[in-house]
């Protein structure tokens, strides 16, 4: 079946530090790749996503490509703020009508930023 | 607009109670979803109701009703609840759901805790 494995947290980093939250799915096709995250006590929000392979993806100063090759779709930001600290889901979703909105999530990683 | 407004925010209800949750949106999206997220975990998918007809129903107890009156609102109606469906119930919506290129929109949820 189709599944996304993320790295476990939680991920604690002082701020301005580098960010990479590893990404690796299976699936039996082609699907599009989704990192979001959710702040303490909201919904989800879209981060960034790729629909296809090399496709990046980047938003607020993350990027994410998509890698065929290696079916990984790693979470990167140069410099993270004490802000950014929130639980980063990468998901999937097949690339055919019948998918309809099943999003495939990761487990989640949180990440802490320290001043 | 691009917001997706749940309510009531926190929601406190016994075994015998009967309660419902609502969801709207007036993005024009005619795709909409409930998702249950426990603590610390991912959201897992419930209902997916694409122009007004239920689509999919993750084998979910018949404790959990859904009903969508208009594209513009979904409600989550509670019968009879256990306690470990207390969780976070996530709302969400997008274009149409018939594609992986679809993105989807999250409300901030409803904290239910069952007694």
């Known amino acids: 079946g189709n599944s996304v494995t993320q790295m476990e947290g939680p991920v604690t980093l002082s701020e301005e530090a580098f960010l990479t939250i590893n990404c690796t799915y299976t699936?039996?096709?082609?699907?599009?790749l989704f990192w979001y995250v959710q702040y303490p006590g909201e919904g989800l929000q879209l981060l960034l996503k790729?629909?296809?392979?090399?496709d990046k993806g980047s938003n607020k100063g993350f990027e994410a490509t998509y890698r065929k090759e290696t079916t990984s779709f790693h979470l990167e930001k140069g410099s993270v703020q004490v802000s950014d600290s929130a639980v980063y889901f990468c998901a999937l979703i097949m690339n055919y009508g019948g998918s309809q909105g099943n999003l495939i999530f990761g487990k989640g990683t949180k990440l802490s930023v320290k001043p | 607009d691009t917001e997706v407004t749940q309510t009531p925010k926190h929601l406190v209800m016994g075994m015998t109670n009967k309660k419902s949750l609502k969801c709207e949106q007036h993005m024009g999206h005619r795709a909409m979803y409930w998702y249950k997220q426990k603590a610390k975990k991912p959201p897992e998918l419930m209902f997916v109701?694409?122009?007004?007809?239920?689509?999919i129903n993750e084998s979910v107890p018949s404790r959990f009703s859904p009903e969508c009156p208009n594209s513009s609102l979904l409600n989550l109606h509670l019968h009879a609840l256990q306690p470990e469906d207390s969780a976070l119930y996530l709302c969400?919506?997008?274009?149409?759901?018939?594609?992986?290129?679809?993105?989807?929109?999250f409300g901030s949820g409803t904290q239910l805790s069952v007694l």
């Open positions: 109701y694409s122009y007004e007809k239920l689509s």
């Open positions: 969400a919506s997008s274009q149409d759901g018939r594609g992986g290129n679809e993105k989807l929109f």
């Open positions: 699936a039996t096709g082609y699907p599009s």
């Open positions: 790729a629909t296809k392979a090399d």
